[in-house]
């Protein structure tokens, strides 16, 4: 299990690497399996009790880019 530190590193992994994937995207729809695999391989090594924390940082990333989880 990951700590709290170690969850927000990975989250902040992933919201640096979302301005150049989202721009070298042909399609929308190929980005929404492959951010759904990332994100649920940090959640299943999150704590429990930090989760919501990092849902509250996923939605936050996300609506920073204009889009919302399908």
Do not use: C, N, Y
């Amino acid at each position: 299990m990951k700590t709290r530190a170690q969850l927000d590193a990975g989250l902040e992994h992933l919201a640096q690497m979302l301005p150049p994937w989202l721009e070298s995207l042909r399609h929308e729809a190929q980005f929404w399996p492959q951010f759904r695999a990332l994100v649920d391989e940090l959640m299943a090594d999150a704590d429990p009790a930090d989760r919501a924390h990092a849902q509250r940082r996923i939605d936050e990333m996300l609506a920073r880019h204009g889009l919302r989880w399908r």
